[in-house]
């Protein structure tokens, strides 16, 4: 069989031709939504034309058996129509009400998970892990998969103050918001690269760009190998050298594994976006299921559920309660990796004598 | 029949509630040699933890130099099918709005010519098929193109744009979120497929502040959606809210960031000289106050990761731009931006980092955009700062 | 100046910068179209047109470069 005439430049199709009807419709002329329960909310149109959004969790990972059963789904209920959230959510798109229930009742019975809307814990942003990347020190897909596990009831039926967005990422590269995130999870090294090899150097690398390559200054050329030595007191472990020159090989099953960072956000609600910042430095990886990451996320999300106010973010609630109680009621040891060593250090140090003892 | 691995440590993320995507793996498995092999690969990451991809030879579609991303095993003799297994990038749709009928063809065309498996939806936004063999690739691309969808962007290139649901389905949205997305796509195809940038370009498209594409935090431009008029309050509907047991006082009034709202117990009043639009008080009583008067959206760039420099939250340029079809002011902007970066960026330079080391100040003046204080969070501090020829005559 | 021309201007710098430098897209079309007094669209067209055939491709190894496939 051969395949069809290509095309190129072409572009994704029209958004228009993906559109319900009743979004059509009423594009752009919402009054208000609602949410009914943490699996479905109705949106209103100012013409009074209503559209239910059934919401599902998904691994993100999906087979085409999983996509065509969905697919199904949405042609029995939706007239074919459903769209993914950013956060691998999916919605089934109801126009007409009555084929809400029958959507529902197949949706438990084939054991989808059904929430995710509202103040609650929300599908885990991740990235690819050892599933799919070179760079990976953890497997984001496992991670997500046993934390959203331990906080199922959060996403189905349990409210949080505020929503929390979780976030994984498997090396510092953080494909995702992860460094915005309310809780989030790091991969990282703690190791300066080895140079095993340095006739791979030699051949497999531009020595300049891989000396530029680091923001710290740590590489330095080597010129007796025709190869580069790397300063341990300067690296700071970012693999960035590794990413343009291989043969720096900066993996190390012992060493690396997972950071935990808390407190960001992007949305502008209440306060401005905010950057994560470190809670816990280190865990070692634990695969299958890293129970010891999985204690620290729960340790700090019982703080915030116990002690934040309703609408207050992670971020929010520790502002209010200041860091130092942070570190006091979640129990987790301050250490110097938590003092800022790197670009932006001088402004997260304390210049007050205002503290929450 | 694929070859079937004894997975004893990835069985165990079968159990529990979520959905596994074990489970979704083992489904391609049973069919497909690839995703069968890639699961014993991963049993093996899982045992010795650490990850066995690699890089290898270049691939791409013909005339193409981004939206595939190669992948190799380091373990190609025990994991043949997987020995070259490519990311495609298909450029989703805007807001990801899909039909059931596109789906199964796309399902039916990855059965044939790939692993079964993907992603719904990489981070930046592509629909992403997880894994093929090179020779597939052409194929792939003639099968999708020939439908009218076509292949996103990697590499230094712009990269596939997303945005929020914005107009489709969101009372909030200033802008039309999905329609800008499209329209920027079409438009800049030529900078998404044949990458000539020092390195990548994300545009995200928000509606509003609430930022539900996390814009601001993964965008070289982010466009965030806002207005210039009053909010307009319907005091019936507030007195809703109070009799379904909100606290309006604690919940709203005192939770504005600019104090600028109080409550006497029957009606709300907001000092809208002081609010400064965070979408609070709307995103929790979304039926009794609506943003009013003029809407069009904040320009912001620069936000990345944490390599290099650190990482860093985009940062506004333009605060606020009318955003109407055909956006001829924003594309203008942006093609300055691209100039700008293409004269003075080093390879993997990426824009927000350039504007950091070249100062604003240059910056600016190339773009042709005016100094304002909403560009900053506040003045400078120190009394360090250069005068041109041009500023002493002024 | 012809499209071909062009064309064989370009390769001829790919070429010649094999194992001193890679190429990007942009250094390409600044040096020729400074070489030969054309504009950069001028030089875009005419690399397009190479790149569709398979003379040169697109590489990537920490940012994309231009450069001659290599031979099987
Ligand atoms: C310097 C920063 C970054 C580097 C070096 C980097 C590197 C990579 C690499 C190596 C991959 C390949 C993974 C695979 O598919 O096998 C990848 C995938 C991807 N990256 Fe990044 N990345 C960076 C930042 C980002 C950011 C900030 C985002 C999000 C906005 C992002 C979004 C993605 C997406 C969507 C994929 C596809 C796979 C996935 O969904 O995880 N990247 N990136
Ligand atoms: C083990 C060594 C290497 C590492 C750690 C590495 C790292 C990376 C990273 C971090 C990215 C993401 C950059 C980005 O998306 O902006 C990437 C993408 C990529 N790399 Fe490598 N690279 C390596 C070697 C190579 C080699 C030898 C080739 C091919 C000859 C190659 C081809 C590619 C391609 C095609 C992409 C996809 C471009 C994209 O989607 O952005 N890499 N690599
Ligand atoms: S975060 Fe790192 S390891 Fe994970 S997919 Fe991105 S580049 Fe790969
Ligand atoms: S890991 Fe990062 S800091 Fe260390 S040498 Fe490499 S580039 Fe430099
Ligand atoms: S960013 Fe604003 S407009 Fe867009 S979907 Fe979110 S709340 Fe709605
Ligand atoms: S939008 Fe924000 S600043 Fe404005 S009145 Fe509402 S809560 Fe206050």
Known sequence: MSAPQRRTDIGPPHYKDFLPPVIQKNYGDWKYHEVLNAGVMVHVANSGDKIWSVRVASPRLLSTDTIRDMADMAEKYCGGYIRFTTRNNVEFLVSDEKNLTPLQNELKAKKYMMGGIGSRISNIVHTQGWVHCHSACTDASGLVKVLMDEFADYFTTKETPNKVRLAVACCVNMCGAVHCSDIAVVAIHRKVPVVVDHDKVKNMCEVPSTIAACPTGAISPDPAKKSVKVNADKCMYCGNCFTVCPPMEIHDPENDGVAIVVGGKVGNLRSNPKFSKLAVPFIKNNPPRWPEVVTVVKKILDAYLADAKKHERVGEWIERIGWEKFFKVTGLPFTFQHIDDFTIARETFRTAATFKW | ?394 | ?72
């Open chain 2, 1 to 394: 029949m694929p070859k079937k691995y004894e997975t004893p440590l990835l069985d165990e993320l079968e159990k529990g509630p979520f959905p596994s995507f074990v489970t979704e793996i083992k489904k391609a498995a049973a069919r497909s040699d690839m995703a069968a092999d890639e699961l014993g690969q991963l049993e093996k990451s899982y045992r010795d933890k650490r990850g066995y991809w690699k890089h290898g030879g270049i691939v791409g579609v013909r005339g193409y130099g981004s939206g595939i991303i190669g992948r190799y095993s380091s373990l190609r003799e025990q994991f043949p099918n997987v020995a070259n297994f490519h990311t495609v990038r298909i450029n989703s749709t805007s807001a990801f709005f899909y039909t059931s009928q596109f789906l199964k063809e796309m399902c039916d065309i990855w059965d044939q010519y790939g692993s079964g498996l993907t992603n719904l939806h990489g981070s930046t936004g592509d629909l992403v098929l997880l894994g093929t063999n090179t020779e597939n690739l052409e194929p792939i691309f003639a099968e999708f193109s020939s439908r009218g969808w076509d292949l996103g962007g990697s590499g230094s290139a712009m990269r596939t744009l997303s945005c929020c649901v914005g107009p489709a389905r969101c009372e909030w949205s200033n802008i039309n979120t999905l329609d800008i997305n499209y329209n920027l796509t079409q438009e800049f195809q030529d900078e998404m497929h044949r990458p000539a940038f020092p390195y990548k370009f994300k545009i995200k498209t928000a509606g509003c502040a609430v930022d539900c594409i996390a814009s601001i935090a993964r965008a070289d431009l982010s466009i965030i959606g806002t207005w210039k008029g009053k909010i307009a309050v319907d005091q019936s509907e507030v007195a809703n809210y109070a009799k379904k047991g909100m606290n309006i006082t604690e919940e709203i009034v005192n939770m504005c960031p600019t104090k600028c709202m109080s409550y006497d117990g029957s009606k709300l009043t907001i000092n809208d000289a002081d609010c400064n639009r965070c979408m609070h008080c709307i995103a929790k009583m979304t039926k009794a106050l609506k943003p009013t008067g003029e809407k069009g959206a904040t320009i912001l760039m620069g936000s990345k990761a944490p390599f290099v420099i650190g990482a860093t939250l985009s940062w506004v340029i333009v605060p606020f731009m009318k955003l109407e079809e055909p956006y001829d002011e924003l594309k203008d902007l942006i093609r300055k931006m691209w100039e700008f970066w293409d004269e003075h960026g080093k390879n993997r330079e990426r824009i927000g980092e350039l504007v950091i080391r070249k100062g604003m100040r240059e910056f600016l003046e190339f773009i042709g955009v005016e100094p304002v204080p909403q560009q900053v969070k506040e003045p400078r501090r120190d009394p360090f700062f250069f005068w041109t020829e041009a500023d002493l005559q002024k």
């Open chain 3, 1 to 72: 100046m012809e499209k071909a021309e062009v064309a064989q201007k370009i390769y001829e710098l790919v070429e010649k910068s094999i194992g001193k430098k890679k190429l990007k897209s942009s250094d390409i079309q600044k040096q020729i179209s400074a070489d030969c007094g054309i504009s950069r669209d001028e030089v875009k067209e005419a690399l397009k047109d190479l790149v569709d055939e398979g003379k040169l491709i697109y590489t990537y190894f920490g940012g994309s470069f231009v450069e001659i496939p290599p031979k099987e």
